[in-house]
């Protein structure tokens, strides 16, 4: 494969997105616009990337860290203006120039894969990836002459009323070599409605100048929707969404209710599991074969074995290990781990915590900051203190210790093996191994009480 350079132009503010963070870092699928472009760039074989930016520059720099070069557009003078601010990072290079844009999040490998082919094939000075548009409204016009060759691009508010009524149309993804491109980004001019230097000019001068211009139409026009409204990121939002469920129930996931199920786009889940409605599966989480995820259930950025079970359940930040049950009415919080066979019943707080092979903590419980050992039981109402206004400690309770209901074990203190810990108690020292723990006031009963 060729040398292949990605420039993401990145620099817009997005007026109408209303916000005041950079338009290419609102998220679709879990992930920054801008991180979908440069995923497909790397995919599809960019030996580089180079990233212009210009309004919030610092925040995308910062977000995508070291995975680009970036170039600053300080004034934002069109996409071909953009080119000019990344032409000293390619000086010296060889090889073909993808230009892409950061808000185009449904862009996928593929059709990349395909523009680079085609743009070699032809042995082309420049090659338009183009869409037929449904509605071109404000796109650029493709212009072709009689034997089917790109003539120029037309941006709409230059177009006249024939090349509007062509719907064939420049979604502003283009392969150039690069000695052509530097040539007639040399020959630009602002003499336009928009006063601004168009990229798609550098189409005509090529054109002009004998050079051959090809163009290949994408598969499917949704993957080339660029993002300007808050509209059109929810319908990307909708439509990357879409695809991700699709892809899943294709590989033998079943998804009880597509519509109410949202997984984003990096998630991985095995066959033969089923997510049950009103479920969200966000970030970098993978899920295992035969699971049973919901009803009303979220997880992020977590890793979950096989043959699991979460109802009714928030689980982020955390690995939960295989034929683990959790919920209704659960919340797995950062840094806790769950080994195999673990049980958790309803209305329990788990964080920071392992919990050991086959342990339970059936009901109504906060373990906090607790290495657990295997084959214990919790009961009821079971806290472990952890705090005590300035530091957190941790509690370890050893292999098959019992913890009997509404105890508070105060950390820092250790439950040895085989324990047990009387029901009330407040254990605030080390239950030696085989012992009962007993830490609680003498009854005691007063006649007549009530009268007086």
């Known amino acids: 494969m060729a040398d292949i350079t990605a420039v993401i132009l990145a ?267 009103f479920t969200w599966i966000e970030g970098d989480t993978v899920i295992g074969s035969g699971c049973k995820i919901g009803p009303n259930t979220r997880i992020q950025n977590s890793s979950i074995g096989d043959q699991v079970t979460l109802q009714f359940a928030y689980a982020h930040d955390c690995r939960i290990a295989n034929h683990v049950t959790a919920g209704p009415y659960v919340h797995i919080r950062p840094d806790t781990v769950l080994a195999d066979g673990v049980k958790i019943g309803n209305f329990v707080e788990v964080k920071n915590s392992h919990v050991g092979e086959g342990s339970k903590i059936p009901h109504l419980s906060y373990i906090g900051d607790t290495d657990m050992g295997s084959g214990i039981n919790i009961g009821c109402g079971v806290v472990t203190v952890n705090y005590d206004g300035k530091k957190k400690y941790r509690t370890t309770i050893e292999n098959d210790a019992f913890i009997g209901c509404n105890a508070n074990l105060v950390a820092p203190v250790t439950v040895r093996q085989g324990a047990y810990v009387a029901a009330g108690s407040t254990i605030t020292k080390e239950v030696p191994a085989a012992s009962l723990g007993v830490a609680r006031a003498r009854q005691t009963n007063i006649e007549g009480w009530v009268k007086k």
Do not use: W
């Open 11 to 277: 620099a817009g503010k997005g007026t109408r997105m209303k916000s005041a963070l950079p338009k290419v870092l609102h998220t679709v699928g879990g992930k920054p616009m801008v991180q979908h472009v440069l995923d497909a760039a790397r995919g599809a074989g960019a030996n580089q990337c180079i990233v212009v930016i210009g309004f919030g520059a610092e925040s995308v720099a910062e977000t995508i860290g070291g995975q680009a070069q970036f170039v600053v557009q300080a004034e934002q003078l069109g996409t071909g203006h953009a080119m000019m601010q990344a032409k000293p990072a390619l000086t010296g290079k060889q090889g073909t120039v993808m230009i892409l844009c950061g808000d185009t999040p449904l862009l996928s490998r593929d059709t990349l894969e395909l523009l680079q082919r085609v743009h070699a094939n032809s042995r082309a000075a420049a090659t338009v990836l183009t869409a037929l548009m449904p509605d071109p409204t404000g796109y650029g016009r493709v212009v072709r002459d009689g034997a089917g060759q790109v003539v120029k691009i037309v941006e709409q508010k230059d177009a006249d009323a024939a090349e509007l009524a062509v719907r064939e149309v420049n979604t502003a993804i283009y392969c150039f070599e690069q000695q052509h491109l530097f040539a007639a980004l040399d020959e630009l001019t602002c003499n336009n409605a928009q006063g601004e230097y168009y990229l798609t000019d550098c189409i005509a001068i090529l054109r002009a100048k004998g050079l051959p211009v090809a163009a290949v139409a994408a598969p499917d026009f949704e993957e080339t929707l660029g993002v300007n409204s808050r509209l059109q990121l929810a319908q990307a939002e909708t439509i990357l969404r879409r695809k991700k469920l699709d892809s899943l129930m294709e590989s033998g996931v079943t998804i009880m209710d597509p519509a109410s199920v949202f997984i984003d786009a990096a998630v991985e889940i095995g066959a033969d599991s089923v997510i049950y409605p």
